[in-house]
């Protein structure tokens, strides 16, 4: 009795203090997911240059940390540094009149007679599509050049942060194999079990992130190329743009690039409308159709609605998080219930 009364207040006490820690630990929470995920990510490249660094454990984390850093977080920040620009660009724009939306809106109407009629269908007045239009895109432009503001504010706080992802990286690189270790000796789960679920972890993490991002990078560049050939106003931020929608499954950069071609077309600019929409369906959706089933579903052998509607939630729960967070709980969510079929009701 005395036993069962120690080993209860010791696991109450235990949960308590774990409570706590994560409490304390939340602030940092971003830069813990990121350094994990980067980890995790680059884990492939680290073992396969393990035999040359032999037992330098901490050369091997640095070096390939600092591909890391030259690779991805670098080129990440100069985008990210142009789109603040291209954001402020355009909010003078929209602010001075240069550009007038609504100049745009009436040259569709007056492109399609029919427009109108159609939407009173639906209760829907081009007045207030072009309002609404006008009101989004100036507070969508605000933001960016606000944005772009606080982050030349903010600058030492952005670099601390990142700072300390990198830090946190580091070490994960370098002690990652042994934390695993010691996190599969304390989970209660059974051995094999925690394996499985750690290895679907890493799995669905590495899926995720290399294949969201290669399908992201390689619609970006080529809407904004097509886009600049075009001669679109702010090929860049559209080119971001771009692959930030492209991160959603099934929705993607037509998001972005099938509107302007609609628009082209209803100008009068047949010619532009009829490039922009075969390169879009053809090239820019052939990337997305050939290469996130190879990179994304096929590794974490989700469907395609599984990942578009954890994608979405995880974003709406966890911000940018979500990325990531959405995808891996959907995995594990598949991962825990085919375990307990297996173990329970086989």
């Not at 300390?164 to 000796?185: A, H, K, N, S, V």
């Not at 996130?292 to 998080?321: C, E, H, K, Q």
Request: hydrophobic content about 60%.
């Amino acid at each position: 009795m005395q036993q069962k009364l120690a080993q209860g207040s010791f696991l109450l006490l235990l949960i308590a203090i774990s409570v706590i820690f994560g409490w304390i630990m939340l602030p940092f929470f971003s830069a813990l997911l990121w350094a994990a995920v980067i980890a995790i990510v680059f884990h492939p490249l680290q073992r396969r240059w393990a035999p040359y660094f032999g037992k330098r454990k901490n050369l091997l984390a640095l070096s390939v940390l600092l591909l890391c850093t030259l690779i991805v977080i670098l080129p990440l920040l100069l985008v990210i540094l142009s789109l603040a620009q291209e954001g402020s660009a355009l909010y003078e724009k929209l602010h001075s009149g240069q550009i007038n939306l609504n100049q745009y809106v009436e040259q569709i109407k007056d492109a399609f007679p029919q427009l109108q009629s159609f939407l009173d269908r639906f209760g829907i007045e081009i007045t207030s599509i072009k309002d609404q239009l006008t009101n989004a895109t100036v507070e969508a432009s605000r933001y960016m050049a606000t944005q772009a503001l606080s982050v030349g504010q903010n600058t030492a706080q952005f670099l601390v942060s990142l700072a300390l992802m990198l830090y946190l990286t580091f070490f994960f690189l370098r002690d990652g194999e042994r934390l695993l270790q010691l996190l599969i000796r304390a989970l209660p789960l059974g051995d094999v079990r925690e394996r499985q679920l750690l290895g679907k972890i890493a799995n669905v993490t590495t899926a995720t992130v290399k294949g969201n991002l290669v399908v992201a990078i390689v619609q970006g560049a080529l809407g904004g190329l097509i886009f600049w050939v075009l001669d679109v106003q702010s090929a860049l931020l559209w080119a971001v743009v771009m692959a930030l929608v492209s991160l959603l499954p099934a929705v993607g950069s037509a998001l972005i690039w099938a509107p302007v071609a609609i628009y082209f077309l209803a100008t009068g600019a047949i010619w532009q409308g009829v490039v922009l929409l075969a390169f879009g369906a053809g090239v820019i959706g052939l990337v997305d159709n050939l290469l996130r089933p190879v990179l994304v579903g096929r590794t974490t052998r989700m469907p395609d609605y599984l990942v578009l509607l954890s994608t979405l939630g995880g974003i709406a729960v966890f911000g940018l998080n979500g990325l990531v967070l959405g995808p891996l709980v959907a995995a594990l969510f598949l991962a825990f219930w085919d375990i307990f079929m297996q173990d329970f009701n086989p």
